[in-house]
């Protein structure tokens, strides 16, 4: 209450402030006004300071408030219970929007999920590691020219003095070094990483953060007959019953030999005939390669005894070529655009 005004006049300006009271629940108003410590009581209180001839026509004001605030407590209870008549128990209920993982989220169980029913044993290594995992352990000494392929973030951080400088981990291949490790140099070895990489490069088919998923299989007699059967049994479980994969010659430093892994068009069949969508018949989706015996030498593994087989490829490029998915550029994956991430 403002103290400055008479009490007749603060009579005036309650009533109006109770006028005005809609959305309080009746009960509360009651408490507010009426209550033992409410404006009422207080504004009664103040009998004392009016002069003595207008003393009545104070007590005709505060029987009038009185009123007021009743009659205001009556007209929302009356209110609210026909507002609770109007309600249709019939009406369906309102639906909430509710989210589901992001589509490259998906992708990622999908895809291990598959390698995992093999017998593959998912994992996942670091997203910034040393040189040594990187590139060097994986046959790439210091200052090799294949180095300048991978685009690689440095870390702005104090290198190790046996492991070198930190990276952002431009492929998942750093992984094939770190597992060999976990399982003391102990094959076999069925690994499945997946894990975020990065590289400077920003189009329509490359963003700087992207995902990859590494296969490694390591153990006695592995030749290139599993990586295949092992490609195609990907190819179908991902892609559909039919389709295809195909391996053509390449170069990484850690297999020897590499491959570039293609899968059939699902669109054309793999016939390419007026396929917009593949040109060739064949989509590229990432590298292989039976694993280099100086790679596995620096897992602690002997060469003369076992071999293994690896495979890198993009999860975003993997995932855009399913049926269906007409994607042409990822960068609308990490856009943040709810229009477009719904659809999935
Ligand atoms: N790390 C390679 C890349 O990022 C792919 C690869 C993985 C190739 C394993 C051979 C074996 O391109």
Redo the contacts with the bound molecule.
């Keep these: 209450m403002m103290s400055q005004s008479n009490p007749i006049q603060l009579c005036r300006e309650l009533s109006l402030q109770v006028e005005q009271e809609d959305s309080i629940k009746p009960e509360d108003l009651r408490i507010k006004y009426l209550g033992k410590n409410g404006l009422f009581k207080k504004l009664s209180a103040l009998i004392k300071e009016v002069p003595a001839d207008q003393k009545k026509l104070f007590g005709q004001k505060l029987n009038q408030l009185k009123n007021k605030i009743e009659e205001k407590i009556n007209d929302l209870e009356n209110q609210r219970q026909t507002d609770q008549a109007k309600i249709d128990l019939t009406l369906p209920g309102k639906k909430r929007p509710v989210g589901h993982l992001h589509p490259i989220s998906q992708a990622i169980e999908e895809i291990s999920q598959i390698f995992e029913k093999i017998g593959f044993n998912r994992v996942r290594y670091p997203e910034v590691d040393f040189d040594y995992y990187v590139f060097e352990a994986l046959n790439m000494p210091k200052d090799h020219p294949a180095r300048d392929e991978w685009e690689t973030f440095f870390v702005d951080t104090q290198p190790s003095e046996k492991l070198g400088k930190m990276v952002l981990t431009?492929?998942?291949?750093n992984g094939?070094i770190h597992e060999m490790e976990r399982l003391n140099a102990q094959p076999p070895i069925r690994m499945i990483n997946v894990s975020r990489?990065y590289r400077r490069q920003s189009d329509a088919t490359h963003t700087q953060m992207f995902h990859?998923f590494?296969?490694l299989v390591i153990d006695k007699g592995i030749n290139i007959q599993h990586l295949k059967g092992t490609l195609d049994y990907f190819a179908e479980s991902f892609y559909g019953p039919g389709t295809k994969s195909r391996i053509r010659p390449f170069h990484?430093r850690?297999?020897e030999p590499?491959f570039e892994v293609d899968f059939s068009c699902h669109i054309c069949g793999g016939t390419g005939k007026n396929c917009h969508f593949c040109k060739s018949g064949w989509h590229e989706v990432?590298?292989?390669?039976m694993v280099h015996p100086n790679v596995l030498r620096m897992g602690g593994i002997d060469p003369d005894i076992y071999t293994g087989f690896?495979?890198?490829?993009g999860v975003e490029r993997t995932y855009t070529l399913k049926k269906g998915l007409n994607i042409d550029d990822i960068r609308l994956f990490y856009s943040s655009n709810v229009e477009f991430l719904e659809q999935f």
Excluded at 170 to 173: E, K, M, Q, Y
Excluded at 286 to 289: N, Q
Excluded at 310 to 313: E, K, N
């Design positions: 431009t492929h998942t291949s094939q990489t990859q590494e296969g990484f850690f297999t590499s990432g590298g292989a390669g690896a495979f890198g490829w």
